[in-house]
Nanobody, 121 residues
């Protein structure tokens, strides 16, 4: 079973940066999987990373501020968030699936518990 652990959420001032991490605490039952970040309340897909690294996705609203990357050695996907504003506040949930299209659809097999991002002050 894949257990996803999100971290990196924090309280930051507008214009600040955060790096969210999504780590798997054990290996999946398949060789590779894709990982994405969703906003919990709206279920909006923020970013996704296909396992090969050749396909990524960032929402138009964040593509000029956020980047998504993966460290396969540590089974960690990072969402680097720059120039944060109040509209970025919310719970970000990591999800994973063996299928990139399924992940993008919001129907991923595995979901984390979320990490809180608050942009205020």
């Amino acid at each position: 079973q894949v257990q996803l652990e999100e971290s990196g959420g924090d309280l930051v001032h507008p214009g600040g940066s955060l790096r969210l991490s999504c780590a798997a605490d054990d290996g999946p039952t398949f060789s590779s999987y894709s990982v994405g970040w969703f906003r919990q309340n709206s279920r909006e897909l923020v970013g996704a990373y296909e396992w090969s690294g050749f396909k990524t996705y960032l929402a138009d609203s964040v593509k000029d501020r956020f980047t998504i990357s993966r460290d396969s050695a540590t089974r960690t996907v990072y969402l680097t968030m720059n120039n944060l504003g109040p509209g970025d506040s919310g719970v970000y949930v990591c999800a994973a699936d063996r299928s990139y299209p399924t992940l993008l659809s919001g129907n991923a097999r595995w979901w984390g518990q979320g990490t809180q991002v608050t942009v205020s002050g």
